[in-house]
């Protein structure tokens, strides 16, 4: 057995005489130059500018139709009257706030049942 481990450091020392460390296998050299033509494809990809206005813009109004909607559905929501005897009953029987319970009773147009069903659910 010390025979074997004297061969082994003799094929060390006679890799480490030249000076140079030994070369290692390199895996991953292969992944570097994947990565130089991902970067230099996206380096030639440019923006125009007239596209990012255009693309600016366009979620701009999409926004401000979302927003116009919401504000519609709120002024609609305002509109329907509920009794409070009813918002006092979703509270007390859901447990939740008075501004959850009425909006509960004005998206259901007033119909208890039908908001305490949908608070369920």
């Known amino acids: 057995m010390a025979a074997e481990g004297d061969v082994d450091l003799d094929l060390e020392a006679e890799e480490n005489c030249t000076g140079k460390p030994a070369e ?56 329907v009257t509920i009794k409070k005897e009813d918002v006092e009953l979703v509270m007390s029987e859901m447990e939740i706030s008075r501004a959850v319970a009425e909006r509960s009773l004005r998206e259901h147009m007033g119909n208890v049942v039908e908001a305490l069903v949908a608070l369920t659910n």
Request: hydrophobic share 25%.
């Open 24 to 79: 290692k296998p390199r895996k991953h050299d292969s992944g570097a130059a994947d990565l130089e033509r991902v970067t230099d494809y996206a380096e030639e990809k440019e923006i125009s500018s007239s596209d990012l206005e255009t693309a600016m813009s366009v979620i701009g109004d999409r926004r401000s139709r979302e927003q116009k909607a919401k504000q519609e559905r709120e002024k609609e929501l305002a509109k």
